[in-house]
């Protein structure tokens, strides 16, 4: 897929202004996102004004993106976070480009899941903070809507088109998120009930969309034994061998972390080995030519191995006890009526 950046530059090329017209579109973007004063002030939102970029806004931002040697601007917001001056242009400019050039299917349903894990880690940061604007926690939360929406459509239309491989793999991704930011938030809440409303209402969303992916997976599952496809044995030996990269990598990487104490590694190795369990029960299956079932087994173990990872990224970013609190979470959980 084309990057974003390469995008900007092509038409930066291709665009020519006179500086004068670099100056005033610049005002205008530094109004919008810095809040610095232009000589012409643009129309307000009437959802939030720094945030939401509203028709000359956006015409603003893009001119400059093109025009102001900045196609760098695009890049650098990739990764920004909601405290960032550059979410604005993330969201709003980086995003629907990156939306408007997923052409494949596979790679659209990829796309959503990983705009919904990232909505979900962001709200977890501004729940978590005692400085996020309002505005802007209901921006996430509106959004985390549309992709978890948006991925869950995607995937079943894969299936619905015959890919069921691909539609099993990134629905076992959407899975492997939305359970692992349940714990995320449930405890984020925990720390900071002002935050338990927006909570709330994220975690109603994942719950529903959880209920359609479970649903997706049975109907994947069972075509898929009903008609072995013939390129699924060659899926399964990239599988076994993602699947025991990820095993090593996770592995390293607990090893390297120093932050953990020592019941937080147990935790973690007690994932670990079911992870390699499952790998185990599939190098099984395989072997026995069973691909389907090699391939749902490898497909789990990838599960627990994305989930583990993505708590250490949270535990590490919000500085929360993320791993030892999992041993309980899902008790908690199915006691309080926000899970």
């Known amino acids: 897929m084309t990057h974003p950046e390469n995008t900007f530059e092509y038409a930066r090329k291709r665009v020519a202004l006179s500086a ?10 530094e109004q919008a996102v810095f809040g610095r004063s232009p000589s012409k002030l643009p129309i307000r939102s009437p959802f939030f004004s720094h945030f939401v970029f509203h028709g000359v806004r956006l015409a603003a931002v893009v001119v400059l993106i093109l025009s102001v040697g900045s196609a760098g601007i695009a890049f650098a917001a990739t990764d920004a976070g909601p405290m960032s001056p550059l979410y604005a242009i993330k969201v709003h400019v980086n ?24 909505r979900l880690a ?75 409303l927006v909570i709330e209402k994220a975690v109603a969303d994942v719950n529903e969309t959880l209920a359609g992916a479970d649903t997706i997976e049975d109907a994947i599952a069972n075509s898929l034994a009903d008609s072995e496809d013939q390129n699924l044995a060659e899926t399964v030996d ?35 080995d079911e992870a390699a369990r499952l790998t185990i029960e599939a190098d099984e299956k395989a072997a026995m030519g069973s691909s389907t ?28 006890d993320l791993i030892s609190s999992t041993s309980t979470a899902t008790s908690s959980a199915t006691s309080t009526s926000m899970l």
Do not use: M
Not at 23 to 29: G, N
Not at 97 to 116: D, R, S
């Open 238 to 272: 990239n599988q076994e061998d993602e699947t025991k990269q990820s095993l090593e990598d996770i592995k390293d990487r607990v090893s390297e972390t120093e932050s953990l104490d020592d019941n937080d590694v147990d935790l973690i190795q007690a994932k670990v």
């Open 122 to 196: 962001e709200l977890a940061e501004v729940s978590a903070s005692n400085e996020a604007d309002p505005n802007v926690t209901a921006f996430i939360s509106s959004s985390l809507s549309v992709h978890l929406d948006s991925a869950e459509n995607s995937i079943a239309s894969l299936h619905e088109d015959g890919a069921s491989t691909e539609a099993l793999q990134t629905n076992a991704d959407l899975q492997s998120v939305l359970e692992t930011h349940k714990i995320i938030l449930s405890r984020v809440a925990d720390e900071h009930p002002e935050a338990s």
């Open 293 to 320: 079932d090699a391939f749902i087994l490898y497909n789990e173990a990838d599960k627990k191995l994305l989930e583990t990872n993505t708590l250490l990224d949270a535990s590490e970013d919000l500085h929360l």
């Open 95 to 118: 995003e629907p480009v990156a939306e408007a050039l997923a052409f494949a299917p596979e790679k659209k349903a990829k796309l959503e899941v990983g705009l919904a894990n990232k």
């Open 20 to 29: 004068s017209e670099k100056a005033y579109h610049k005002s205008l973007i």
